[in-house]
T-cell receptor, first 112, second 115 residues
Framework: DGGITQSPKYLFRKEGQNVTLSCEQNLNHDAMYWYRQDPGQGLRLIYYSQIVNDFQKGDIAEGYSVSREKKESFPLTVTSAQKNPTAFYLC???????????FGSGTRLTVV | AQSVTQLDSHVSVSEGTPVLLRCNYSSSYSPSLFWYVQHPNKGLQLLLKYTSAATLVKGINGFEAEFKKSETSFHLTKPSAHMSDAAEYFCVVSRLSGGYNKLIFGAGTRLAVHP
């Protein structure tokens, strides 16, 4: 079945560490996105990528980095510069049609 | 600029009674609108979408929504709630931004269903 796979499902990070969240899709979608979800705030866009080797900052990119070396993969690194990284992170992808996105099942990151 | 307002942060209904989740949008042109559902610790699943075809849109699991341009609303309804409908629901508007399809999310409505 086509879809988006995020891993790990749960991730714990120590203060000052960088961690990388994985996102892989087999939908042949060109565009991929990373969102952060906090309680009562909906989803906020961190980074997006429309094609391989290109990506753009979203609304809350500070403290995060991404790469897009392959069409299928869009990993997100949460750096030590992110002051409050505890959140639920969602990856999504979309095709060329004007429509909704397909979402992964999310990664819950907790700073310990 | 496009924006979405979900008028209720929490809605509670009894099983078997109707569901109404309210959403108002702001858009400078004819929008594409969506409703997504999220169960705890899960990703978002598309319930339905409006893209300027029929104003009454039917989605999965018995949900439907009506696009009312005069009221700038896109409320989500279901005739009879089921326990499995308990989840968080997001109203979303889409706009083209910098050549890509950007989704703008409402803050969400948490639906509780009581036996």
């Amino acid at each position: 079945d086509g879809g988006i796979t995020q891993s790990p499902k749960y991730l714990f990070r120590k203060e000052g560490q960088n961690v990388t969240l994985s996102c892989e899709q087999n939908l042949n979608h060109d565009a991929m996105y990373w969102y952060r979800q906090d309680p009562g705030q909906g989803l906020r866009l961190i980074y997006y990528s429309q094609i391989v080797n290109d990506f753009q900052k979203g609304d809350i990119a500070e403290g995060y980095s991404v790469s897009r070396e392959k069409k299928e993969s869009f990993p997100l690194t949460v750096t030590s510069a992110q002051k409050n990284p505890t959140a639920f992170y969602l990856c999504a992808s979309s095709g060329i049609e004007l429509g909704g996105y397909t979402f992964g099942s999310g990664t819950r990151l907790t700073v310990v | 600029a496009q924006s979405v307002t979900q008028l209720d942060s929490h809605v509670s209904v009894s099983e078997g009674t109707p569901v109404l989740l309210r959403c108002n949008y702001s858009s400078s042109y004819s929008p594409s609108l969506f409703w997504y559902v999220q169960h705890p610790n899960k990703g978002l699943q598309l319930l339905l979408k409006y893209t300027s075809a029929a104003t009454l849109v039917k989605g999965i699991n018995g949900f439907e929504a009506e696009f009312k341009k005069s009221e700038t609303s896109f409320h989500l309804t279901k005739p009879s709630a089921h326990m499995s409908d308990a989840a968080e629901y997001f109203c979303v508007v889409s706009r083209l931004s910098g050549g890509y399809n950007k989704l703008i999310f409402g803050a969400g409505t948490r639906l509780a269903v009581h036996p």
